[in-house]
Structure formats: C-alpha cells, structure tokens
C-alpha cells in the first residue's frame, strides 16, 4: 500500500469499523460543525460619542418606580436606553436592563424606533396600573409605558393622546363611564381581569353584556 492511499483513507470523512457483538461492519459519517454567517453584512453599528446627550425620565406605574435614561446623537435621535427600577435585583430589574440593552443594540445597527415603539405598546402583564404622568393616565405594563413615552417623546405626540380624569370628565362622557361602571358591578371580577386593550387609546376595557367597552373613549370589542 501506498502513502497516497493511507492519506487518502486518512483524510476520508467515512470511516469503517467492527463491532464487537456481532461482527457486522458499521460505517460512522463525520459531522461537519454548521458554518457561522453573517446576517447583517450590510448593517454597521453607530457607536454614541464618549461625551453625549441625555434625557431622563421617572415614571411610576402602580406604585413601581423606576427612570427612563436615553442617550442621543449630536442630531437628537435616541441611541441607547437604560432603564432602572427601584427595587435593583429583582426579576423585573434584571429583565427590564436586558430589554434597555437589546434595544439600544438595535437602535445603533438602524433599527426603526417606531417598529420597537409598536411592537411594545400595549403589552400586558404586571406591574400595571395608573401613573403619574398626566399624559399617560393608565399603562397596562412597564413595556406599555416606555413605548408610549419614547414614541411621544422622539416620534409622535399620537402616543401621548391625553387620558380624561374620571373627576373632570366633560358631561358627554359621565354617561358612557357609568353605563361601564355599572356593567361592572353585574359581571364578576374574574371576568374584568380578562378584558383586553382598547385599540383606539389603550386603556383596559370593561365588560358590557357580551363584549368589553372602553370607559374612556367608548369603543367596543365588535359590539353594537
């Protein structure tokens, strides 16, 4: 035998061996590790200057507090966010420094703030409840109150529609809320806490015989 041939067979990815039970011939396939691509050739990450801008911002939400820091490009465009609660250590604050870190990661490699700002608003889970804000009467989780506020802060006044106060709400309106309220009363609070998101101005709907109506702006869920 050649030297050729040892280094071929050598060099094959298929190799042959005897099994010891039963004598028969098993062939073993070399697996090949997956090749690592770059899925964003194109994309280059803009890195905020080491001296920037920074807005700061306290929210509480159901009695949770917590700020908002965003940091800026020279044109005022946001870069990175971070995002700190007051009780550090928690499950939420190690979840919400993971979410302010993908995101800023994501804003210097292009990412729309507004596709972010979207996807988020409207989450739902807990702490939710009402805030301080008086633009952002009612947030149905931390997601939904961020979202709202860097859409109203660097993209649209529209994420900051004003919520009315239920002690000076105009006339036209004390009808609506008490038809809600009472509705309320009828159905049990099992039922409440499933309702969903009004699509018109976010806040959580109340039962109203077999569907769910916004006490603040009076849409339904497809009811009459």
Known sequence: MSAEDITDRGSSSDTSAMAPDNGQKTTITAVEAPEQRNLFARAQRRKLPD????????????????YIIVGMYAEGAPGEIFIKMAKEGSTLSGFMDGLALSI???????VPLK??????????????????NPNIRYASSVLDYIARWLGGKFLSAEYLKPRIDLHEEPVSKRA?????????TRIP?????DAPSCSTCGMLMVPNGSCYKCANCGSTSGCS
């Open 51 to 66: 001296e920037r801008k920074s807005v700061t911002h306290k929210f509480s939400i159901g009695g949770h507090e917590g």
């Open 189 to 193: 609070s099992s039922k409440v806490g």
């Open 104 to 110: 800023s990661i994501g804003l210097q490699y292009g």
């Open 115 to 132: 596709a972010l700002v979207d996807k988020l608003t409207n989450t739902r889970f807990e702490p939710s409840g009402f805030t301080e």
């Open 176 to 184: 609506v809320v008490a038809d809600a309220s009472s509705a309320q």
